[in-house]
């Protein structure tokens, strides 16, 4: 099973539509980290998180963190075209030994015109 | 500005021609990643050094090595490329929980 969790896996909205992805981890969070990727391009970083209870937003994307349950939610309000994208949510993980950084399984987000 | 730089930027390889990516950083960040990412799918962690330290992941293929020559570079070995090694590579480095990324290289084998 992925340490880190992501749903949906995939989402086709209506542009002016409001959306929630949910990252869940197996393990205790050490922060939590959202990006945006557009087909074959780099990650663009969103959000940082790092607090249980944390809640940050940037233009119409609010990302929240609960520690307790060791899930984040990334929120769009009134998408637009321009949200299309791979969102993916990232944090640091203890493997055996050391700490290394993982992603989540990643959410495909279409918004129609 | 101080950055994470992989090069090249796409790369086509020969099915079974060994290939390497490279990395280099001006962060001297400590920590440095190499992710697999397939079409549709979220980056993969191939292995990470943690300075002079290597971790490999347990499903990391053996057809996949990397050296870290010093705290600015590290490079990726693909020893026999196969059609299914293609994908986007990501360099990352981190230092005390700040991670920044590589723009990737695009790996084609024919």
């Known amino acids: 099973s992925q340490e880190l969790e992501q749903s949906p896996q995939s989402l086709i909205v209506q542009e002016g539509k409001n959306l929630t992805i949910n990252c869940t981890s197996s393990?205790?969070?050490?922060?939590l980290y959202w990006y945006k990727q557009k087909y074959g391009e780099g990650l663009i970083f969103l959000m940082m998180l790092q607090k249980g209870g944390e809640e940050k937003s940037h233009e119409k994307i609010t990302a929240k963190l609960d520690e307790k349950k060791q899930q984040s939610s990334l929120h769009i309000t009134a998408s637009q075209p321009s949200h299309a994208g791979i969102y993916l949510c990232?944090?640091?993980?203890?493997?055996?030994?050391?700490?290394?950084?993982?992603f989540g399984t990643g959410t495909r987000l279409k918004v129609l015109a | 500005d101080a950055m994470v730089i992989q090069n090249p930027r796409y790369q086509v390889t020969q099915f079974g021609k060994p290939v390497t990516l490279s990395c280099s950083q001006t962060?001297?960040?400590?920590?440095m990643y190499w992710y697999q990412q397939k079409s549709s799918q979220a980056p993969k962690l191939l292995f990470h050094y943690y300075d002079k330290d290597f971790n490999n992941e347990a499903d990391t293929p053996d057809n996949f090595q990397s050296r870290r020559p010093n705290t600015s570079f590290c490079f990726l070995d693909i020893r026999s490329p196969g059609l299914g090694d293609a994908a986007m590579y990501l360099c990352?480095?981190?230092?005390?929980?700040?991670?920044?990324f590589g723009s990737g290289t695009r790996l084609t084998v024919v």
């Open positions: 393990k205790t969070l050490y922060g």
């Open positions: 962060l001297n960040h400590n920590v």
């Open positions: 990232g944090s640091t993980m203890k493997g055996s030994g050391t700490y290394k950084y993982i």
């Open positions: 990352a480095t981190s230092r005390s929980g700040g991670y920044t």
